[in-house]
Each structure stands twice: as C-alpha cells, then as structure tokens.
C-alpha cells in the first residue's frame, strides 16, 4: 500500500501559477503509475495528467495542454503538477492517484488516492 499526501494548493488570480506536490510513502513509488484529477462541486472526479513508472510517458486532458505540465522525481517519491494560465474552470480540488497498471485517464484505473488540496482561480 501507499500513502499519498498533496499539497501546494491555494487562491490564485487568474493568469496566475501554482506547483502542486504529492509526496508518496510506503511501497516502493517507482512501481506505481501516478495521475492527477481534480473534482468541482457537484461534477465528476476528471483526469487532469497522467505519468508513466519511469516518467518518460505523460498524457494531459484536453482542457490543459500547453498549461499544466505533469513530472516525477522518482528519489523523492513525489509527483509534480506545474499549473500555469490558471482559468476560474480550473478551481477544484486535485487529488493525486497511484496504479498499479500503465499510466492511464480513467480514475478506475488507480488504487490509492491521496486527500486533495483545493485550488481555487479567481476571475
């Protein structure tokens, strides 16, 4: 099993940067696929970037590209949300997910997920 913990949430103004960091402990972090969705009040949990074991793959939604940059540093066991050009619509909690399986876009296909951390983009 692993534990995730996010953190590096926080207001910011529209435009504006943010680095979200999920530290892992427990099972070795190198053998887990890592993603980052985010839930809005009263939606669905979305897929927002996803990294490969190695770091060498990476897939970002639609809605992010060209803004949100997601990496992993596999001796400090955490996993890296660079958001820039932050929008209101991207306001959410984001919650940090590890899999067992190969990098993937749908939550089922993550086994541990961390609290979140709220991030919140005002106009």
């Known amino acids: 099993q692993v534990q995730l913990v996010e953190s590096g949430g926080g207001l910011v103004q529209a435009g504006g940067s943010l680095r979200l960091s999920c530290a892992a402990s427990?099972?070795?972090?190198?053998?887990?696929?890592m993603g980052w969705f985010r839930q809005a009040p009263g939606k669905e949990r979305e897929f927002v970037a996803g990294i490969s074991r190695s770091g060498l793959r990476t897939s970002h939604a639609d809605s992010v590209k060209g803004r949100f940059t997601i990496s992993r540093d596999n001796g400090k066991n955490t996993v890296y949300l660079q958001m820039n050009s932050l929008k209101p619509e991207d306001s959410a909690v984001y919650y940090c997910g590890a899999g067992y399986r190969p990098m993937g876009v749908s939550r089922t296909e993550y086994d541990y997920w961390g609290q979140g951390t709220q991030v919140t983009v005002s106009s």
């Open positions: 427990g099972r070795t972090f190198s053998n887990y696929a």
